[in-house]
């Protein structure tokens, strides 16, 4: 039917009944890209996106299989322009949901929660080794990219 979604999912606010789930996929996301795994645990998600003080916002994308992907994403200032916006931290699908429109589904997600908080601007920055990443963000026509790879900072206890 033509009304129905491109993509097989539902996507939503995570609830902290999630956080398993967001922890399983950014290990995934995080082996992929070569970064430490482990420390981005349920009880960290739940501490940083649900307690007191939340750093940060998470949507997730369900289907039948349960949760197959995550946004995470907060709050993002440009000074030059003097407006708001949201800043993309993550975005990852677990292997066997990808290319079914699930990635694109988080991004516009964001871009409506963006547009609902009167937001101008959602930005992300892309390891540019990773030429999947750097088409699908091309693919979404922005209006502006600038990859950026920063150096690492790990502060010891």
Same mark, same amino acid.
């Given at each position: 039917?033509?009304?129905?979604?491109?993509?097989?999912?539902?996507?939503?606010?995570? #609830?902290?009944?999630?956080?398993?789930?967001?922890?399983?996929?950014?290990?995934?996301?995080?082996? =992929?890209?070569?970064?430490?795994?482990?420390?981005? #645990?349920?009880?960290?998600?739940?501490?940083?996106?649900?307690?007191?003080?939340?750093?940060?916002?998470?949507?997730?994308?369900? =289907?039948?299989?349960? !949760?197959?992907?995550?946004?995470?994403?907060?709050?993002?200032?440009?000074?030059?322009?003097?407006?708001?916006?949201?800043?993309?931290?993550?975005?990852?699908?677990?292997?066997?949901?990808?290319?079914?429109?699930?990635?694109?589904?988080?991004?516009?997600?964001?871009?409506?929660?963006?547009?609902?908080?009167?937001?101008?601007?959602?930005?992300?920055?892309?390891?540019?080794?990773?030429?999947?990443?750097?088409?699908?963000?091309?693919?979404?026509?922005?209006?502006?990219? #600038? !990859?950026?790879?920063?150096?690492? !900072?790990?502060?010891?206890?």
């Amino acid at each position: 039917m033509a009304n129905e979604p491109a993509h097989p999912c539902s996507i939503r606010p995570a #609830t902290p009944g999630d956080c398993e789930a967001v922890a399983g996929l950014a290990a995934g996301l995080h082996a =992929t890209l070569g970064d430490p795994v482990g420390n981005f #645990t349920p009880d960290v998600i739940l501490a940083d996106a649900f307690g007191d003080e939340p750093q940060f916002k998470i949507v997730v994308a369900e =289907t039948a299989d349960g !949760i197959v992907g995550y946004a995470l994403y907060g709050q993002a200032y440009e000074t030059a322009y003097a407006a708001r916006g949201l800043f993309l931290n993550d975005l990852y699908v677990s292997e066997q949901a990808r290319r079914k429109g699930i990635a694109s589904a988080l991004v516009h997600a964001l871009k409506d929660q963006a547009h609902r908080e009167r937001r101008r601007f959602v930005w992300w920055v892309s390891d540019p080794q990773n030429i999947a990443a750097r088409e699908f963000y091309a693919a979404m026509s922005p209006q502006n990219e #600038t !990859i950026v790879r920063a150096p690492a !900072i790990v502060q010891e206890d």
